[in-house]
């Protein structure tokens, strides 16, 4: 049985506005909302649920028989958009990495640091997405979600990116992947651990992830889950590089370009090729540093200011470090065998027409000059490669490198594998554990219903002379039975999530209270989502 998207999206809100006061006019308006099925209304559902699992079962009775009792929200609840209002919310990654997406439509989707909170909010705008948060990296693009539908959440989601790029929706889903829950907790796990890296292991990665957090921190967005989730793969990324030693040897991005230049130049002329690093930002710092590591001595370093390149300069007092401007920057590449690239700059550095006349380079280091541009928007654009006396890399060929190095780190891999399992059910068990936190607010503000009336009408029957004193002591006496009565119940309902059984037994708690007590906790979360929904759009 289908719901049309228009039932279960705008309808969905418009249930919660609508005054439930006239119930004759009631059964007309439910029959033109119910989907039918050959002319005929659908049936109720009675919806059973199991963690997150939606079991739907027909009623015996038709809908229209109870809709002079019932309100918008009650018809809402037996409609067929039961479905989505039973959902629990999924955790969803939509991503575009360097494995599945090349880097022409990478950089159009990059997002840069400053930007990430408003991207945040923007996201969390759109109306089945609670939280959000943004990895923008040069070889991965990934948006991270809470969505109250899964569906409808990357609909939304995916919409976004086409706006913001410019990509049209159907170039995007060509490329992107989806992951969902447990899988997209273990993504990030296995991101943050440097396993779904380029070069395996590298460390640059857990450092993004952390600055995800950072940023993130008192973004309104990106919350309770999001947030959990980021932290977690923090851990994740720590351990497996403690115990694995995964990242012993290992290298970064920037790293690998300078592996993959003196791979490319003659091995006789690693130690004398003219090098020249344009950025000293923290992608051109690591250039330099591992320039540095293998031997060169001298270099060039473009940059808007001598600032940065002093200070690398006074960590580095083993290697001659020129500084120039960037006035001076085809001066320099002109003199210069391998052009490194890494700046800020949304538009290309070299074109054509730029490089077209710079003169050749010496037979002894290759005939070419060589142009590895690891930054995302490129530095080097694509028309450069039409030059006899060029060639030109970018963060897409460092695979090259990569094919060399991982062989020797598969074995570490596999261990950190078990590590992210582990630490898999851990998260998931925290985040079960997070289900009994609306059942806790709920008897707590049941039974404080209960305590206020029945203290009224306890003062009420003393008269209006008693003093502040005994009204005082009256409530701190209703207060203090509630707490002791309630004590119990709220033991049964916190769980860390570390043990599996005692999550098992909490959980099972949380219905029978529910039941018990009558709390509904589900449509009650639903309601305040929705409604905050609502109100944010206002």
């Known amino acids: 049985m289908a719901v049309s998207t228009s039932f279960a999206g705008a309808k969905l809100e418009a249930l919660f506005l609508k005054s439930s006061s006239s119930s004759s006019s009631s059964r007309a308006s439910l029959s033109s909302q119910v989907p039918q099925i050959s002319g005929k209304p659908i049936r109720s559902r009675k919806t059973l649920i199991q963690r997150g699992a939606v079991r739907c079962e027909v009623a015996a009775s038709d809908v229209s028989l109870q809709t002079d009792k019932l309100s918008a929200l009650e018809q809402l609840k037996t409609s067929a958009a039961d479905r989505y209002t039973k959902e629990r919310s999924s955790i969803v990654v939509i991503g575009l990495s360097v494995h599945t997406t090349p880097v022409e439509m990478r950089e159009k989707l990059a997002i840069p640091e400053a930007e990430w909170p408003r ?55 060509e490329h992107r992947f989806l992951l969902y829950n447990k899988d997209a907790t273990q993504h990030i796990f296995e991101v943050s651990a440097g396993l779904d890296s380029l070069v395996l292991g590298e460390g640059q990665i857990l450092a993004q992830v952390k600055q995800v957090v950072k940023v993130g921190q008192g973004v309104v967005g990106f919350g309770r889950n999001i947030s959990g989730l980021f932290k977690h793969a923090i851990t994740v990324g720590k351990r497996v590089r403690t115990e694995t030693n995964i990242a012993a040897g290992a290298v970064s991005v920037s790293s690998a370009a300078v592996e993959l230049a003196l791979m490319k130049l003659p091995e006789s002329s690693n130690a004398t090729a003219k090098m020249l690093v344009i950025g000293a930002g923290k992608m051109g710092k690591l ?13 060039v370093v473009v940059n808007r200011t001598e600032e940065r390149v002093a200070a690398i300069r006074e960590e580095l007092k083993g290697v001659e470090i020129i ?7 085809l001066t320099c590449a002109a003199e210069s065998d391998v052009v490194f690239t890494s700046t800020a700059s949304e538009t290309p550095l070299f074109l054509k027409e730029h490089v077209k006349d710079l003169p050749p380079v010496s037979p002894e280091v290759g005939g070419l000059r060589l142009f590895v541009d690891i930054s995302v928007p490129r530095n080097v654009g694509s028309c450069v490669t039409d030059i006899e006396t060029a060639q030109v890399y970018n963060v897409d060929d460092l695979k090259e490198v990569v094919a060399a190095n991982k062989e020797d780190r598969l074995q570490k891999a596999m261990e950190a594998q078990a590590i992210i399992a582990e630490e898999s059910k851990q998260f998931e068990a925290w985040r ?10 709920k008897l707590r503000a049941y039974a404080e219903r209960i305590r ?87």
């Open 323 to 329: 500084y120039k401007p960037l006035t001076e920057m």
């Open 119 to 173: 991207a945040i909010g923007e996201l969390c705008s759109l109306n089945h997405i609670e939280e959000a948060a943004v990895l923008s990296t040069c070889n991965r693009m990934e948006i991270y979600v809470v969505a109250l539908s899964q569906h409808r959440g990357v609909k939304e989601v995916t919409e976004w990116m086409s706006k913001t790029s410019g990509i049209p929706v159907s170039e995007l889903c």
């Open 452 to 538: 206020a009336a029945e203290l009224e009408k306890c003062l009420s029957k003393m008269g209006d002379d008693i003093s502040k004193k005994t009204k005082r002591a009256v409530e701190d006496l209703s207060k203090g039975i509630v707490n002791r009565l309630l004590h119990g119940p709220m033991q049964h309902l916190r769980c860390d999530g570390s043990d599996s059984r005692t999550l098992s037994e909490t959980l099972e708690n949380m219905h029978a209270l529910n039941r018990m007590f009558s709390l509904e906790t589900e449509i009650s979360v639903l309601e305040q989502k929705l409604r905050a929904k609502v109100e944010n759009q206002k």
């Open 432 to 441: 079960d554990s997070l289900e009994t936190v609306p059942t806790i607010k």
């Open 287 to 299: 250039v330099i540093k591992h320039l540095a590591a293998k031997g060169c001595t001298k270099m």
